[in-house]
């Protein structure tokens, strides 16, 4: 990978800031966060304070007045002089254009986050407080600078809408503003880069930068400058757990026979006799009884036994540890990928090993080709290239020392606008999984009667399903927001703040968007959450609930949860029995969160190992 990306500014062989994590040098650096990765959050208000009094003495300028001393401020940030006046002075500034092109005036904490983010922190804003205007100010900064700056949102559509709602904003600061999804073409992508400010997610941009390496001559991103992350502990930390791969499907189909021999190899088997499946950590290992198995079934032995038994492997993975309509889709006769954090496809993605293959014998699509990999990296490695990086997302505070010990990254948590007072109410527990969606049901249709609107909130796509025709049965339609629908989403949040209105999303589909309420919904106690079974982590179970009580906006949570719950069906261990029920959900999502951080250090370590490896061979 070095010797491909040598032409290619910021290359990955020279990454800007470096995790440590080995001996004394990993101890010492996380010694040292436990002191510096939070950044006090009363000098930020303060300073942001004083922006807001600067930006009193503005309102009476006219437009030319603001327009001479935007290109005054751009001259200073070119030239690389930027004192603390002038950043205060930057930020009133383009406060007052986002209030004269909006009509809306920023706040304090929206201020306060602008400023964390400069510094090159992640700013913990809390969901509705305004994220995506509070990004423009340290943009703007960086845009002024003359380098370019990316700002990497959850998906496309985030990245569009951003893009268009705010060039307008840019615009009346003298900069332009350019926007990557992925149906643009390599010359659209092109342009898009060159503008000062350019929003795409972080698939896109790791992917172009990796084409760029393979091929020097296409030339489409210009060299990496600055960053800012919305939503940053999905992106630098849930996506951080998959490397980005660039990949060629592989010249020979020979292999498509096989897996389809081995899913009904598979299908045969008997667990406990043959193989046992341990669940919590994904895997299947297979029994000596399965050798005589494996050897007369897959064609008399003409396959090497070692290849058949991982092709067997991979079958049995697929049946018994990947589900329909929780970890992937079938969609036009192609398996995707769901995302277990966010309830959406990745049609991008494959996994690996012959475990994307599997599935698609399992369920008896087109086994397409394996691919080849032409060059990876992770999301760790590639945002350690940007000189500057910040970010902001609603949670961060409970992967505050990942932010610092992998992207070197401090945290700064902002206090809300105005009170939160959500009220989170005590998790109810049901006996069975069909307990706790009747509960659910019937909770989202007593909300419904008084006129609030409720989300509902599932962790697999075949859940939303049910409910839904549960609540149809019961006389009530709710619009339903998973991997399959995903095409609604803007129409259906738009919806999701009105009076009586019930909504089910997978996990955190939706997430970039606010629910507004109406007045009525307001009025009648605001919207109430459902969490039907709790989020692969703590930290999502926050962002979730962090949907009610936006902006002083009255609102509730729940969990409603059972002992069948994916949760704790796909990564409890036996033992868990023995635990009394109270504790056993939190010890379940400590141990995921657990496991997710380790898969997430070798994702990391294999990529710097690799490196390594093809640096020492390029020499």
């Known amino acids: 990978m070095t010797a491909l990306a040598s032409s290619i500014p910021g290359a990955l062989a020279s990454p800007q800031r470096k995790a440590t994590h080995h001996g004394a040098d990993g101890w010492a650096h996380a010694v040292v966060g436990r002191i510096r990765r939070r950044v006090g959050a009363g000098a930020l208000m303060r300073e942001a304070g004083a922006v807001l009094e600067r930006c009193g003495s503005l309102a009476s300028s006219d437009d030319n007045d603001l327009e001479r001393r935007a290109e005054e401020l751009r001259g200073a940030a070119r030239c690389r002089r930027e004192d603390a006046a002038t950043a205060r002075e930057s930020f009133a500034l383009v406060t007052e254009c986002i209030r004269r092109e909006t009509g809306l ?32 100010l340290p943009a703007v900064l960086a845009g002024w ?76 991103m210009l060299p990496l400058a600055e960053a800012i992350v919305d939503e940053a502990d999905f992106v630098l930390i849930d996506e951080a757990a998959t490397p980005l791969i660039l990949a060629a499907p592989s010249v020979s189909r020979d292999e498509a026979a096989w897996i389809r021999v081995a899913d009904d190899v598979a299908r045969s088997l008997v667990v406990g006799e043959h193989f046992r499946v341990d669940r919590p950590r994904r895997e299947v290992r297979l029994a000596d009884a399965s050798e005589g198995v494996i050897g007369s079934r897959m064609d008399g032995g003409r396959l090497p036994m070692r290849r058949a038994r991982e092709l067997v492997v991979a079958a049995l993975r697929a049946h018994h540890l990947h589900h329909r309509d929780a970890d992937y889709a079938v969609v036009d006769g192609r398996v995707l990928i769901v995302d277990e954090r966010t309830g959406r496809i990745s049609p991008d993605r494959r996994w690996r090993d012959g475990l994307h293959e599997a599935i698609e014998a399992k369920e008896g699509v087109e086994v397409r080709p394996s691919d080849d990999t032409l060059a990876s990296v992770s999301f760790q490695r590639f945002f350690c290239l940007y000189p500057r990086l910040s970010g902001m997302t609603g949670t961060a505070r409970q992967c505050a020392g990942e932010l610092w010990n992998v992207y070197w990254l401090r945290t700064a948590v902002i206090p809300t606008h105005r009170p939160v007072i959500r009220r989170e109410l005590r998790a109810h527990t049901c006996g069975s999984r069909d307990g706790a969606m009747d509960a659910a049901a019937r909770e989202a249709v007593a909300m419904h009667r008084v006129g609030r609107p409720v989300l509902i909130a599932t962790t697999t796509v075949d859940a939303s399903e049910a409910l839904a025709e549960q609540l149809s049965a019961l006389g009530v339609e709710a619009p339903v927001l998973n991997a399959v629908r995903h095409a609604e989403e803007a129409s259906i949040i738009a919806r999701a703040g009105r009076s009586g209105a019930i909504t089910i999303a997978t996990s955190m589909a939706g997430r970039g968007t606010d629910i507004v309420l109406d007045e009525a919904a307001r009025e009648a106690g605001g919207l109430h959450v459902i969490a039907l079974g709790h989020q692969v982590s703590r930290r999502i179970d926050r962002q979730l609930f962090g949907r ?16 069948g719950d994916d949760l704790l ?9 023995c635990v ?10 400590r141990f995921t969160e657990r496991r997710g951080r380790r898969d997430r250090r070798s994702v990391m370590r294999r990529d710097h190992t690799l490196d390594d490896l093809l640096a020492f061979a390029s020499a």
Not at 166 to 189: H, K
Not at 580 to 589: G, Y
């Open 105 to 136: 005036t920023l706040h304090t904490a929206q201020i306060a986050a602008g400023l964390a983010m400069m510094r090159g922190s992640v700013a913990e804003l809390a969901t509705g407080e305004g994220k995506t205007l509070a990004a423009i």
């Open 145 to 220: 600078r003359g380098r370019g700056c990316h700002i990497v949102t959850a998906n496309d559509y985030l990245a569009l809408r951003d893009a268009e709602a705010n060039a307008p904003i840019f615009a009346r600061l003298g900069l332009t503003v350019g926007c990557v999804t992925e149906a643009m073409s390599a010359r659209e992508r092109a342009t898009a880069y060159r503008a000062d400010v350019t929003y795409a997610t972080a698939r896109e941009l790791s992917g172009d930068y990796l084409r760029d390496c393979l091929d020097a001559s296409r030339g489409v």
């Open 548 to 563: 009610a009580g936006r902006q002083g906006d009255p609102g509730s949570a729940r969990v409603i949860r059972s002992p």
């Open 569 to 577: 069906a796909r990564n409890g261990a036996p033992w868990l029995r």
């Open 580 to 589: 009394p029920r109270v504790w056993r959900f939190a010890m379940v999502q």
